[in-house]
């Protein structure tokens, strides 16, 4: 029997394998391995790819969201609004940028920032300060300056309310838009599309091999239609210098490797295609998996979004032994997450508890992240649904 596995990423580079290794052989004849015009020009089209203005090329994503949480003026102990149900790095890059990250819930459909609740945080638990006019936490005292919505699995996060209500707030907005290369969102109120990354003040991506855009190790970019952000990142990414061992402020080791940025520019080319594709594997999904709507829910798409699929997040109430049942039938499965993070060991300082974030605690306990990946094949797929299905007969008995 086949195994099927949750990610194959071993096709698509060896598909692109020549175009790949030219780009290492050019570079090694001119030894330019950091900045020039490799980088330049990925900056160039992903912007456009974006429909931004601008576009930084940075070393990872984290680097992406730490530097344009600094980049668009977050200070040290400001409070930062996220969401529970996000990958790890979302909430270090905060504190990374002296931020004190803090949770809103989710919405239990799209899994993604509900903005009720985040109306509600800023609107219970909140005050402005009479003497500086500043958006303060009640129980903690801080100013709360920023938004950082997730578009996790490759689904935008509701922005019009988030932009609404951060516009009325005066806060920043900073995309994590990790998960979602060529994801798009209808605005009702600008009634139009827009893309993952178009939205803040400054976007973050992530290159991770195993985004919808991965590079051939760490990469990641920020997009932002503001100069002085693009600006100030460029400096951040640099040691903070504009020119050389002229320091104007105190930067990182944050750049995009040339080779990778180059690489990139390869993949790009197919990027439309492969979102294409992943939207057709999650459509066959969808009608595969119609018969056992009982045992596992699939993911929601609201109108308002066109998913990019980074992941194709269904649920379940017996999760752990439909995974099981999977493994033993040789089919990967991944859990996006299986700890919220106001839970977590490394967070026990924020004070959170069980109870705290109930959406979030109760989705971590279902979802189960089947194999998702462009070349994934109809007959793959097949035998994904055949395995749930023949589970379902199984777990309707018990
Ligand atoms: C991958 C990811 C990141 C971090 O990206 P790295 O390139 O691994 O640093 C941040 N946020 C989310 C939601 C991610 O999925």
Redesign the pocket.
Known sequence: MKKIPFLELVTPHLELEEQLVSVFRSTLKTAGFVGGPMVEDFEQEFAQFCETRFCVGV???????RFALIAAGVQRGDTVLTVPN?????T??ISQAGGWPDFVDIDERTYNMDPHRLQEYLETQCHVDRATGRLLNQNTGRPVTAIVP???YGQTADMDPILELAERHRLIVIE????AHGAEYFSRKENRWRKAGSMGRAA?????P??NLGACG???AVTTNDESIAERIRMLRDHGQAQKYYHDLEGYNGRLDSIQAGLLRVKLQHLVEWNRMRREVAAGYHQLFRPVAEIITPPYEPSSCNAAY?LYVVRSKCREALRMHLAEAGIGTGI?YPVALHLQKAYLGLGHQQGDFPITEKVAAEVLSLPMYPQLRPEEQQRVAEEVLHFSGRAVAM
């Not at 070393?59 to 969201?65: I, Q």
């Not at 973050?204 to 991770?208: C, K, L, V």
């Open positions: 070393a990872s994503g984290t680097d992406a969201l996000t990958f790890v790095a979302t270090e890059a997730v578009h996790l994590d838009a990790c998960q973050a991506f992530s290159f991770y195993g985004k760490e990469a990641g980074h996006h």
